[in-house]
Protein backbone atom coordinates (compact mmCIF):
# COMPACT_ATOMS: atom_id res chain seq x y z
CA UNK A 1 0.00 0.00 0.00
CA UNK A 2 1.38 3.19 -0.83
CA UNK A 3 0.68 6.86 -1.16
CA UNK A 4 1.99 9.41 -3.54
CA UNK A 5 1.16 12.50 -1.05
CA UNK A 6 3.58 13.73 1.84
CA UNK A 7 0.55 15.49 3.79
CA UNK A 8 -0.51 15.07 5.38
CA UNK A 9 2.18 12.92 7.12
CA UNK A 10 -0.56 10.51 8.14
CA UNK A 11 -3.36 8.65 5.37
CA UNK A 12 -6.52 7.12 5.87
CA UNK A 13 -8.49 4.54 3.48
CA UNK A 14 -12.03 4.20 3.33
CA UNK A 15 -13.26 0.84 3.66
CA UNK A 16 -16.37 -0.88 3.87
CA UNK A 17 -17.97 -2.26 7.27
CA UNK A 18 -16.19 -5.62 6.54
CA UNK A 19 -12.95 -4.73 5.38
CA UNK A 20 -10.37 -2.83 7.81
CA UNK A 21 -9.33 0.86 7.84
CA UNK A 22 -6.05 0.98 7.63
CA UNK A 23 -3.52 3.91 7.90
CA UNK A 24 -0.38 4.04 6.32
CA UNK A 25 2.30 6.48 7.94
CA UNK A 26 4.57 7.88 5.44
CA UNK A 27 8.37 7.90 6.48
CA UNK A 28 9.51 11.15 4.96
CA UNK A 29 9.94 13.47 7.59
CA UNK A 30 8.51 11.60 10.72
CA UNK A 31 11.62 10.85 12.32
CA UNK A 32 14.39 13.13 14.21
CA UNK A 33 18.04 12.25 14.82
CA UNK A 34 18.89 8.28 15.64
CA UNK A 35 15.55 6.99 13.81
CA UNK A 36 13.61 8.41 17.15
CA UNK A 37 9.40 9.45 16.36
CA UNK A 38 9.94 13.22 16.31
CA UNK A 39 7.49 13.89 18.99
CA UNK A 40 8.95 11.10 21.09
CA UNK A 41 12.35 13.07 20.78
CA UNK A 42 13.95 14.61 23.63
CA UNK A 43 16.04 14.57 26.46
CA UNK A 44 13.19 14.83 29.44
CA UNK A 45 12.91 12.30 32.12
CA UNK A 46 9.38 11.69 31.08
CA UNK A 47 9.68 11.27 27.18
CA UNK A 48 13.29 9.23 27.93
CA UNK A 49 11.30 6.83 30.51
CA UNK A 50 8.74 6.01 28.01
CA UNK A 51 11.60 5.12 25.01
CA UNK A 52 13.37 2.97 27.28
CA UNK A 53 9.94 1.09 27.99
CA UNK A 54 9.10 1.05 24.66
CA UNK A 55 12.12 -0.51 23.40
CA UNK A 56 12.14 -2.75 25.71
CA UNK A 57 8.53 -3.76 24.91
CA UNK A 58 9.20 -3.89 21.24
CA UNK A 59 11.45 -6.08 21.97
CA UNK A 60 9.42 -8.48 23.66
CA UNK A 61 6.87 -10.81 21.63
CA UNK A 62 3.83 -9.21 23.81
CA UNK A 63 0.53 -9.87 22.26
CA UNK A 64 -0.95 -6.77 23.83
CA UNK A 65 0.17 -3.11 25.02
CA UNK A 66 -2.06 -0.40 26.51
CA UNK A 67 -0.75 3.39 26.09
CA UNK A 68 -2.57 5.70 27.83
CA UNK A 69 -1.97 9.76 27.72
CA UNK A 70 -4.24 12.63 27.26
CA UNK A 71 -5.34 13.92 23.77
CA UNK A 72 -3.23 15.11 21.84
CA UNK A 73 -0.16 14.09 23.46
CA UNK A 74 0.92 11.67 21.07
CA UNK A 75 -0.52 8.12 21.46
CA UNK A 76 -0.81 7.25 18.23
CA UNK A 77 2.90 8.18 17.23
CA UNK A 78 4.24 5.98 20.58
CA UNK A 79 1.92 3.16 18.53
CA UNK A 80 4.33 3.22 15.38
CA UNK A 81 7.56 3.63 16.96
CA UNK A 82 6.49 0.17 18.70
CA UNK A 83 5.79 -1.16 15.23
CA UNK A 84 9.44 0.28 14.10
CA UNK A 85 11.12 -0.95 16.48
CA UNK A 86 9.93 -4.38 16.46
CA UNK A 87 10.92 -7.39 14.37
CA UNK A 88 7.19 -6.63 12.57
CA UNK A 89 8.44 -3.06 10.88
CA UNK A 90 7.79 -5.07 7.59
CA UNK A 91 4.61 -5.69 8.08
CA UNK A 92 1.23 -3.90 8.15
CA UNK A 93 0.23 -1.02 10.90
CA UNK A 94 -3.34 -1.21 10.86
CA UNK A 95 -4.98 1.32 13.21
CA UNK A 96 -8.83 1.05 14.08
CA UNK A 97 -10.86 3.73 15.67
CA UNK A 98 -13.33 2.13 18.45
CA UNK A 99 -15.67 4.82 18.34
CA UNK A 100 -16.43 3.39 14.35
CA UNK A 101 -19.40 1.38 14.65
CA UNK A 102 -18.29 -1.09 12.38
CA UNK A 103 -15.04 -1.32 14.81
CA UNK A 104 -16.55 -5.24 15.83
CA UNK A 105 -16.83 -6.29 12.20
CA UNK A 106 -13.05 -5.32 11.21
CA UNK A 107 -11.67 -6.73 14.82
CA UNK A 108 -13.36 -10.16 13.36
CA UNK A 109 -11.75 -9.53 10.20
CA UNK A 110 -8.39 -9.66 11.73
CA UNK A 111 -9.66 -12.40 13.37
CA UNK A 112 -10.20 -14.54 10.45
CA UNK A 113 -7.32 -13.82 8.83
CA UNK A 114 -5.38 -15.03 12.01
CA UNK A 115 -6.96 -18.29 11.65
CA UNK A 116 -6.15 -18.91 8.11
CA UNK A 117 -2.63 -17.92 8.52
CA UNK A 118 -2.59 -15.61 5.92
CA UNK A 119 0.43 -13.23 5.60
CA UNK A 120 -2.05 -9.93 6.31
CA UNK A 121 -2.37 -11.13 10.07
CA UNK A 122 1.21 -10.38 10.80
CA UNK A 123 1.98 -6.82 12.10
CA UNK A 124 0.40 -4.46 14.58
CA UNK A 125 -2.76 -3.50 15.03
CA UNK A 126 -3.55 0.06 17.03
CA UNK A 127 -7.20 0.54 18.23
CA UNK A 128 -7.99 4.14 19.08
CA UNK A 129 -10.27 5.40 21.63
CA UNK A 130 -10.67 2.33 23.44
CA UNK A 131 -12.53 3.99 26.35
CA UNK A 132 -15.07 4.46 23.55
CA UNK A 133 -15.31 0.62 22.63
CA UNK A 134 -18.62 -1.31 23.20
CA UNK A 135 -18.88 -4.57 25.02
CA UNK A 136 -18.79 -6.69 21.89
CA UNK A 137 -15.41 -5.33 20.60
CA UNK A 138 -13.61 -5.71 23.64
CA UNK A 139 -14.65 -9.13 23.76
CA UNK A 140 -13.65 -9.67 20.00
CA UNK A 141 -10.37 -8.04 21.02
CA UNK A 142 -10.22 -11.12 23.94
CA UNK A 143 -10.51 -13.34 21.61
CA UNK A 144 -8.08 -11.85 19.09
CA UNK A 145 -5.79 -11.42 21.89
CA UNK A 146 -5.88 -14.90 22.75
CA UNK A 147 -5.47 -15.67 19.08
CA UNK A 148 -1.98 -13.99 19.55
CA UNK A 149 -1.02 -16.08 22.01
CA UNK A 150 -0.80 -19.08 20.27
CA UNK A 151 2.23 -18.01 18.63
CA UNK A 152 1.21 -15.73 15.85
CA UNK A 153 3.17 -12.19 15.05
CA UNK A 154 0.35 -9.45 15.22
CA UNK A 155 0.64 -7.12 18.01
CA UNK A 156 -2.52 -5.31 19.72
CA UNK A 157 -2.29 -1.91 21.29
CA UNK A 158 -4.66 -0.16 22.73
CA UNK A 159 -4.70 3.63 22.81
CA UNK A 160 -6.91 5.61 25.84
CA UNK A 161 -6.38 8.57 27.58
CA UNK A 162 -8.41 7.09 30.02
CA UNK A 163 -5.84 5.13 33.05
CA UNK A 164 -6.13 1.18 32.37
CA UNK A 165 -7.32 0.88 36.49
CA UNK A 166 -10.40 2.68 35.65
CA UNK A 167 -11.15 0.83 32.36
CA UNK A 168 -10.20 -2.61 33.69
CA UNK A 169 -13.40 -2.09 36.61
CA UNK A 170 -15.92 -1.02 33.67
CA UNK A 171 -16.91 -4.37 32.91
CA UNK A 172 -16.07 -7.69 33.00
CA UNK A 173 -14.93 -8.08 29.14
CA UNK A 174 -12.62 -5.31 30.03
CA UNK A 175 -11.44 -6.56 32.78
CA UNK A 176 -10.24 -9.56 31.51
CA UNK A 177 -8.95 -7.52 28.29
CA UNK A 178 -6.50 -5.57 30.27
CA UNK A 179 -5.68 -7.61 32.85
CA UNK A 180 -3.51 -9.25 29.77
CA UNK A 181 -1.32 -5.87 29.93
CA UNK A 182 -0.43 -5.73 33.70
CA UNK A 183 3.49 -5.36 32.71
CA UNK A 184 3.06 -3.84 29.37
CA UNK A 185 1.47 -0.88 29.91
CA UNK A 186 3.33 2.94 28.25
CA UNK A 187 2.11 6.44 29.45
CA UNK A 188 2.80 9.17 26.85
CA UNK A 189 3.45 12.45 28.99
CA UNK A 190 1.58 15.67 28.71
CA UNK A 191 3.28 18.22 26.99
CA UNK A 192 3.51 20.24 30.59
CA UNK A 193 5.47 17.45 32.09
CA UNK A 194 7.88 17.80 29.16
CA UNK A 195 8.51 21.59 28.95
CA UNK A 196 12.56 20.62 29.17
CA UNK A 197 12.03 19.06 25.53
CA UNK A 198 9.85 22.27 23.97
CA UNK A 199 12.72 24.08 22.35
CA UNK A 200 13.74 20.97 20.59
CA UNK A 201 10.29 20.14 19.32
CA UNK A 202 9.38 23.70 18.42
CA UNK A 203 12.94 23.83 15.92
CA UNK A 204 11.66 20.38 14.83
CA UNK A 205 8.05 21.34 13.89
CA UNK A 206 8.79 24.68 12.32
CA UNK A 207 11.43 23.04 9.98
CA UNK A 208 8.66 20.58 9.08
CA UNK A 209 6.60 23.30 8.41
CA UNK A 210 8.94 25.88 6.50
CA UNK A 211 9.28 22.33 4.48
CA UNK A 212 5.48 21.76 3.75
CA UNK A 213 4.96 25.83 2.80
CA UNK A 214 8.39 26.56 1.01
CA UNK A 215 8.99 29.20 3.64
CA UNK A 216 12.80 30.41 4.91
CA UNK A 217 12.94 31.16 8.52
CA UNK A 218 15.85 31.61 10.35
CA UNK A 219 15.11 30.61 13.72
CA UNK A 220 12.41 31.23 16.83
CA UNK A 221 13.67 34.12 19.17
CA UNK A 222 14.58 32.95 22.43
CA UNK A 223 11.59 35.05 23.83
CA UNK A 224 9.33 33.25 22.22
CA UNK A 225 10.79 29.99 23.34
CA UNK A 226 10.33 31.36 26.92
CA UNK A 227 6.79 32.49 25.82
CA UNK A 228 5.83 29.02 24.64
CA UNK A 229 7.26 27.87 27.93
CA UNK A 230 4.75 29.38 30.00
CA UNK A 231 1.95 27.87 28.43
CA UNK A 232 -0.56 25.08 29.62
CA UNK A 233 -1.06 23.34 25.74
CA UNK A 234 -4.38 21.92 27.01
CA UNK A 235 -4.13 19.70 23.45
CA UNK A 236 -0.45 19.19 24.45
CA UNK A 237 2.47 18.44 21.94
CA UNK A 238 -0.36 18.52 19.11
CA UNK A 239 -1.18 21.61 20.03
CA UNK A 240 2.28 22.92 19.86
CA UNK A 241 3.06 21.78 16.52
CA UNK A 242 -0.25 24.03 15.07
CA UNK A 243 0.97 26.84 17.27
CA UNK A 244 4.44 26.62 14.81
CA UNK A 245 3.02 25.74 12.06
CA UNK A 246 0.85 29.14 12.02
CA UNK A 247 3.83 30.87 13.47
CA UNK A 248 5.21 29.92 10.09
CA UNK A 249 2.67 31.03 7.75
CA UNK A 250 2.66 34.33 9.79
CA UNK A 251 6.15 35.26 9.92
CA UNK A 252 7.80 37.54 7.30
CA UNK A 253 10.79 37.87 8.31
CA UNK A 254 14.02 35.91 9.90
CA UNK A 255 12.72 34.68 12.82
CA UNK A 256 9.62 33.68 14.52
CA UNK A 257 8.59 35.95 17.51
CA UNK A 258 6.13 36.22 20.08
CA UNK A 259 3.73 38.12 18.29
CA UNK A 260 3.47 34.97 15.41
CA UNK A 261 2.43 32.82 18.32
CA UNK A 262 -1.35 33.92 18.19
CA UNK A 263 -1.71 35.64 21.02
CA UNK A 264 -1.26 32.48 23.94
CA UNK A 265 -2.79 33.39 27.20
CA UNK A 266 0.31 31.68 29.67
CA UNK A 267 -0.42 31.73 33.64
CA UNK A 268 2.53 34.53 34.00
CA UNK A 269 0.03 36.83 32.34
CA UNK A 270 -2.50 36.63 35.18
CA UNK A 271 0.43 38.01 37.28
CA UNK A 272 1.38 41.38 37.92
CA UNK A 273 3.99 42.40 36.08
CA UNK A 274 8.34 42.91 37.12
CA UNK A 275 10.04 46.32 36.64
CA UNK A 276 11.90 44.48 33.81
CA UNK A 277 9.08 43.39 31.41
CA UNK A 278 6.93 45.27 29.27
CA UNK A 279 3.37 45.50 29.66
CA UNK A 280 1.08 46.33 26.85
CA UNK A 281 -2.03 47.15 26.96
CA UNK A 282 -4.97 46.29 23.61
CA UNK A 283 -6.58 47.81 22.06
CA UNK A 284 -4.82 51.45 21.76
CA UNK A 285 -1.25 51.05 21.28
CA UNK A 286 -0.02 51.85 18.40
CA UNK A 287 2.60 49.38 16.81
CA UNK A 288 5.29 52.21 17.08
CA UNK A 289 4.39 52.81 20.56
CA UNK A 290 5.01 49.36 21.28
CA UNK A 291 7.88 48.59 19.07
CA UNK A 292 9.79 51.90 21.14
CA UNK A 293 8.76 50.69 24.04
CA UNK A 294 10.35 47.46 23.16
CA UNK A 295 13.67 48.99 22.24
CA UNK A 296 13.94 51.23 25.43
CA UNK A 297 13.07 48.41 27.35
CA UNK A 298 15.93 46.22 25.36
CA UNK A 299 18.69 48.73 25.56
CA UNK A 300 17.67 49.47 29.40
CA UNK A 301 18.34 45.69 30.42
CA UNK A 302 21.49 45.44 28.06
CA UNK A 303 23.10 48.68 29.45
CA UNK A 304 23.21 49.80 25.89
CA UNK A 305 25.27 47.01 24.46
CA UNK A 306 23.53 46.67 20.73
CA UNK A 307 24.20 43.05 20.43
CA UNK A 308 22.98 41.98 23.52
CA UNK A 309 20.30 44.14 23.05
CA UNK A 310 19.61 42.59 19.74
CA UNK A 311 20.12 39.19 21.22
CA UNK A 312 16.82 40.04 23.63
CA UNK A 313 14.56 41.25 20.34
CA UNK A 314 15.73 38.09 18.51
CA UNK A 315 17.23 39.97 15.75
CA UNK A 316 20.22 41.20 14.30
CA UNK A 317 22.21 43.82 15.68
CA UNK A 318 22.14 45.34 11.73
CA UNK A 319 18.62 45.46 12.15
CA UNK A 320 18.74 46.95 16.04
CA UNK A 321 20.65 50.02 14.13
CA UNK A 322 18.22 50.62 11.54
CA UNK A 323 15.24 50.34 14.02
CA UNK A 324 17.41 53.28 16.61
CA UNK A 325 18.01 55.39 13.68
CA UNK A 326 14.49 54.62 12.54
CA UNK A 327 12.97 56.27 15.54
CA UNK A 328 15.70 58.80 16.46
CA UNK A 329 16.84 56.51 19.25
CA UNK A 330 20.74 56.20 19.00
CA UNK A 331 21.54 58.53 22.06
CA UNK A 332 19.69 55.71 24.27
CA UNK A 333 23.00 53.78 23.53
CA UNK A 334 24.68 56.08 25.65
CA UNK A 335 22.31 57.13 28.07
CA UNK A 336 21.49 53.71 28.93
CA UNK A 337 25.30 52.90 29.29
CA UNK A 338 25.79 55.42 32.22
CA UNK A 339 22.19 55.60 33.60
CA UNK A 340 19.75 53.72 36.58
CA UNK A 341 17.11 55.99 35.96
CA UNK A 342 14.41 53.60 35.69
CA UNK A 343 12.04 56.60 34.32
CA UNK A 344 13.75 56.51 30.89
CA UNK A 345 12.32 53.08 30.34
CA UNK A 346 9.10 54.67 29.76
CA UNK A 347 7.85 55.11 26.58
CA UNK A 348 5.04 58.04 27.01
CA UNK A 349 1.68 56.89 28.20
CA UNK A 350 0.40 53.90 26.13
CA UNK A 351 -3.48 53.99 25.68
CA UNK A 352 -5.78 51.89 26.90
Known sequence: MTSSTANPPMTTQARSSHQLAMIEFHTAGQTGAGGIERWLEGSSQPIERLRVHALQLSGETSPLIVVEGEPGSGKLRVAQFLHRASSRTAS?????????PSVDAQIKSVIAQMRS????SAGTLAVRNFHLA???????LLELVTLQGDGKELCTILLTPEPMSRLRARNLQSGQLLGRATRHVLRMPAMRERLGDLALLARRFMDEALSRYGRRVRGISPQAIAHLEKYDYPGNIHELR??????VIRCQGDWITIEHLGGLETKQQVDQPESSELVIRLPGSSLREIEIAALKLALK???GRVVRAAELLGITRH??????????????????????????????????
Open 117 to 120: NTAA
Open 319 to 352: ALRRKLEKFGLNELRVRYDNSDNVSDLDPGPLKG
Open 301 to 303: ISG
Open 134 to 140: EPAAVQS
Open 92 to 100: TLMVLDAAD
Open 242 to 247: TIIEQA
